[in-house]
């Protein structure tokens, strides 16, 4: 899925990739957390259903400049959780990716 991703303060944050889940119908959740597990923000997720009969789905986050350009420097924390509709659901969680933020030398409004 992700291991890592760059992003500038105030920029778009938009990641794309895939997950291979088992068949049912799922959807995802993904939050940003700081190194104390502070959360930062939580991403749009856009899950899409995979063409029968695979299991592989794509899989894109985002959260918008106006959300980022507050993100603190540094490292921060994300993974995306999945769950499917059935009872109880079955839960599985992608592995913890890091987003190393920058600080833009240019400000433009």
Do not use: C, H
């Not at 088992?22 to 063409?51: F, H, K, M, R, Y």
């Not at 839960?91 to 030398?105: A, E, G, L, N």
Request: net charge negative; no cysteine.
């Amino acid at each position: 899925m992700f291991q890592q991703a760059n992003l500038t303060q105030g920029d778009t944050f938009s990641l794309a990739g895939t997950a291979l889940l088992g068949a049912g119908t799922w959807s995802a959740t993904s939050q940003v957390v700081d190194g104390q597990g502070n959360l930062i923000a939580t991403n749009e997720v856009t899950l899409t259903d995979p063409v029968s009969p695979s299991n592989l789905y794509t899989i894109l986050l985002t959260s918008p400049a106006t959300s980022t350009v507050n993100w603190p420097k540094g490292q921060l924390f994300s993974n995306v959780r999945f769950a499917d509709t059935s009872t109880p659901p079955v839960i599985k969680s992608s592995p913890t990716f890091t987003i190393y933020v920058s600080v833009s030398p240019t400000n433009e409004p």
